[in-house]
T-cell receptor
Framework: GENVEQHPSTLSVQEGDSAVIKCTYS??????FPWYKQELGKGPQLIID?????GEKKDQRIAVTLNKTAKHFSLHITETQPEDSAVYFC?????????????FGAGTRLAVHP | GAVVSQHPSRVICKSGTSVKIECRSL??????MFWYRQFPKQSLMLMAT?????????EQGVEKDKFLINHASLTLSTLTVTSAHPEDSSFYIC????????????FGPGTRLTVT
């Protein structure tokens, strides 16, 4: 079945540095790739997403890149701040069909140190 | 916009009893709602997908008679954990997809269930 691998599992950076999280998916029919941020005890929050017809998308300090040929996509956070500390999940799904069923990666625990 | 709420946020129940969790889309109509389960320091595990007015589709290994899902309207889905046991203790999270054919899925804040 569909599988999404996410690396690294933990990431520690100094405030102001950049952070990069990478994911690889197995289903070549996947065409939607969201990223979620989850703080302790809360539900995941959609922070950015990308569709397969786009190679890169940026929103202020956050950007996502997609390489369809290699079937991997990455989250880039620049100028990290302590409030960026959280668990980040990547996911993949296919549309139409499949009821937008998201396949999640295992998560990356990001710690930003002041 | 795109706010999903869950109630209750925390619940403690005794073994053998049932507990109901509500998931509501507050400012949009949701064609499809999803229920996830998350254990500490783990990823989200999809339990079932529910569409308004039809039976839920359960993932492999999820007991449909134990986890009853009802999607009564375009803004409300409920998950009932029947005959709860301590191993059912977990963080339950719902999400919703809007009616209008968008791809985005928005998550609720989660419900922490503890079965004693």
């Amino acid at each position: 079945g569909e599988n999404v691998e996410q690396h690294p599992s933990t990431l520690s950076v100094q405030e102001g540095d950049s952070a990069v999280i990478k994911c690889t998916y197995s289903d070549s029919a996947s065409n939607y790739f969201p990223w979620y941020k989850q703080e302790l005890g809360k539900g995941p929050q959609l922070i950015i997403d990308i569709r397969s017809n786009v190679g890169e998308k940026k929103d202020q300090r956050i950007a996502v890149t997609l390489n369809k040929t290699a079937k991997h996509f990455s989250l880039h956070i620049t100028e990290t701040q302590p409030e960026d500390s959280a668990v980040y999940f990547c996911a993949a799904s296919r549309h139409p069909g499949g009821y937008n069923k998201l396949i999640f990666g295992a998560g990356t625990r990001l710690a930003v140190h002041p | 916009g795109a706010v999903v709420s869950q109630h209750p946020s925390r619940v403690i129940c005794k073994s053998g009893t049932s507990v109901k969790i509500e998931c509501r889309s507050l400012d949009f109509q949701a064609t499809t709602m999803f229920w996830y389960r998350q254990f500490p320091k783990q990823s989200l595990m999809l339990m079932a997908t529910s569409n308004e007015g039809s039976k839920a589709t359960y993932e492999q290994g999820v007991e449909k008679d134990k986890f009853l899902i009802n999607h009564a309207s375009l803004t409300l889905s409920t998950l009932t954990v029947t005959s709860a046991h301590p191993e059912d203790s977990s963080f339950y999270i719902c999400s919703a997809r809007a009616l209008t054919g968008t791809y985005e899925q928005y998550f609720g804040p989660g419900t922490r269930l503890t079965v004693t």
